[in-house]
């Protein structure tokens, strides 16, 4: 069996893998929940901002690692390169976990919310009671299944995939935004509203960037195909800064749509379960039911992008563990001939599906917003010994070096100091990071009676 895939990724699908991996649930659900906290329509934009510059300084620093080591595995090969192979098995555990099969959970979950909202009274009233009472993460279920069949056929397939499933998200996005701003009924004097946050607000403030560092996530996916691109020292950079802009552009867009479809506050007297389709809710004061009813239909086959992509990026990763001892070998074989991953991408899919089944789906998305903010900022700080390596000597480099790195860690600091201070936020933060402590403890262990054995 092939040990290494070719490099049979080009440009497109590079970028699209990382547009695919940030644009998912995070964008269509973020913003209801800061909107109806502040009420501050401008705050909104200048946090969604901060979340892309966010974005861009981790990105500047994967792409220096990425090409500096241009291998299948992205966060764990940085991290066990930089630290030692304890911090690899601890990062490719945690990232497989909550940075990939969890996101996974949380898109296709609401994938299914938003493709079967329009017609859920009558398919509860069709289906038995516990495919009724349980309709969504049933469908999540199959959309992760169709998916990771498809990933398994060959790259060419896989790259087909992800291309046709972007393309037509971003499409309808794109077509969402700019119907929304030229609609009659978009209302401008929303951001009459707009006023400088209160010192309690910063905390509010503070845990919204939580959720929209969540939405920005997968400004990394490039770096798990390192190992596949061709040319990476030029094609890395364009794809991973090239999705980041785009999207942060996309993000900015859509936001400004739901400011002057939703008057802010209104939002604040909504209660919190009607506020998370924030899409869903804007298309309906805009152009009323029957469109948005065909739009959430359209936006749920949309979100499949972005499944396609946490299992094509994340399925790498295993793969890279495996061949350094750290998963049973199998799990690294590629197919002799369609060169995937089949074993990984079969354990990534059977994660994600019980994650999809083990709670609701504001439940699953504080877990796994804040575990990836704890993972990205570990991960980054890996660019601090690996700039020291001889194999950076060649890599792209990245700008302004340490303000980049020192900008996304103290970030993320300041997120997860509030989230622990938040009342309804800090048990998902606490949990994450017991998690995080968990596999770090479970790690060391691993790791020690792997030595022992083969010393």
């Known amino acids: 069996m092939s040990e290494h895939p070719p490099r049979g990724y080009g440009l497109a699908t590079g970028i699209f893998v990382v547009v695919a991996g940030m644009v998912g ?56 390169e ?52 349980h309709l969504e993460p049933a469908l999540a279920t199959v959309i992760i299944a169709f998916i990771t069949w498809g990933h398994c056929l060959g790259q060419r397939q896989s790259a087909w995939v992800q291309t046709a499933t972007t393309v037509a998200k971003i499409g309808v996005l794109l077509a969402m935004a700019f119907a929304a701003l030229a609609s009659p009924q978009a209302d401008w004097a929303h951001f009459s509203a707009s006023h400088w946050p209160g010192r309690g607000e910063w905390a509010t403030w503070a845990v919204g960037l939580i959720y929209v560092g969540y939405a920005y996530a997968g400004w990394n996916s490039a770096g798990y195909l390192a190992g596949e691109i061709r040319d990476p020292g030029r094609l890395l950079p364009l ?43 804007a298309m309906r004061q805009l152009f009323g039911a029957r469109v948005a009813n065909l739009l959430s239909v359209v936006l749920g086959a949309g979100l499949v992008a972005s499944v396609s992509s946490y299992l094509l990026a994340g399925s790498r990763l295993p793969v890279a563990m495996a061949r350094d001892g750290f998963l049973p070998r199998n799990i690294g074989t590629l197919h002799p001939t369609r060169h995937t991953p089949r ?23 504080d877990y796994t917003s ?7 900022a570990l991960v980054v700080c890996s660019i601090f010994p690996l700039r020291r390596r001889p194999e950076s000597a060649h890599a792209v480099k990245c700008p302004w070096h340490p303000l980049p790195a020192l900008t996304f860690l103290g970030l993320s600091i300041w997120t997860i100091a509030f989230g622990l201070m938040d009342r309804e936020k800090c048990l998902p933060t ?12 479970m790690g060391g262990f691993f790791y020690r009676v792997r030595r022992s054995r083969f010393s």
């Open 239 to 281: 794809s991973t800064l090239g999705g980041c802009a785009l999207v942060t552009g996309l993000y900015l867009l859509l936001n400004l749509a739901y400011i002057v479809a939703l008057d802010p506050d209104s939002m604040r007297q909504r209660p919190i379960e009607e506020v998370g389709p924030v899409a869903d809710l």
């Open 25 to 80: 649930a995070g964008i269509l659900t973020s913003s209801g929940y800061t909107l109806r906290e502040t009420g501050n329509p401008l705050g909104l934009l200048l946090l969604w901002g901060v979340g892309g510059l966010m974005a861009l300084c981790g990105a500047w620093c994967i792409v220096e690692m990425a090409t500096a080591f241009p291998r299948v595995g992205g966060d764990y090969v940085f991290a066990r």
């Open 430 to 441: 606490v949990l994450s990071l017991v998690t995080v402590m968990a596999v770090v403890i």
């Open 82 to 133: 930089a630290y030692g192979p304890v911090a690899g098995l601890v990062v490719g555990w945690l990232s497989f976990l909550i940075g990939f099969a969890a996101p996974t959970a949380v898109v296709s979950r609401l994938a299914a919310n938003y493709a079967t909202k329009p017609f859920q009274s009558d398919l509860q009233a069709m289906l038995p009671d516990f495919l009724a009472g």
């Open 343 to 365: 074993v990984a991408l079969a354990i990534q899919g059977t994660l994600a599906v019980a994650l999809c089944w083990s709670g609701t789906f504001l439940q699953i998305l």
């Open 370 to 376: 804040v575990g990836l903010t704890v993972i990205s």
